[in-house]
């Protein structure tokens, strides 16, 4: 059974740096798309950044050059590098596992809660 377990969120204040952990455990395709998405309340979720198998990554616009995606592949752990951080960055932030065809299926953690505050 596959399993996310996010950890690193907390409080920062505005300008601040936090460093998000997804490690995955089970048995899952060796192709995959492992990333990032985030839900403020009020809002629906939406993408945050995501890293293929392959090596190719995508940011929202509104993260772009602030947050690094990266993993450590012997570890099976996904990180989240985040940067100068704004109040709007606040929401809790889930790891998302894509599995592509055949299988088109997604695996979530249950998020950790980023807030940035003064």
């Known amino acids: 059974q596959v399993q996310l377990v996010e950890s690193g969120g907390g409080l920062v204040q505005p300008g601040g740096s936090l460093r998000l952990a997804c490690a995955s455990s089970?048995?899952?395709?060796?192709?995959?798309?492992m990333g990032w998405y985030r839900q403020a309340p009020g809002k629906e979720r939406e993408l945050v950044a995501t890293?293929?198998?392959?090596?190719?990554?995508n940011y929202a616009d509104s993260v772009k050059g602030r947050f690094t995606i990266s993993n450590d592949i012997t570890k099976r752990t996904v990180y989240l590098q985040m940067n100068s951080l704004k109040p709007e960055d606040t929401a809790v932030y889930y790891c998302?596992?894509?599995?592509?065809?055949?299988?088109?299926?997604?695996?979530w953690g249950r998020g950790t809660q980023v807030t940035v505050s003064s």
């Open positions: 089970g048995n899952f395709a060796k192709i995959y798309t």
């Open positions: 998302n596992l894509h599995l592509g065809p055949p299988y088109n299926y997604d695996y």
């Open positions: 890293l293929a198998t392959i090596g190719s990554t």
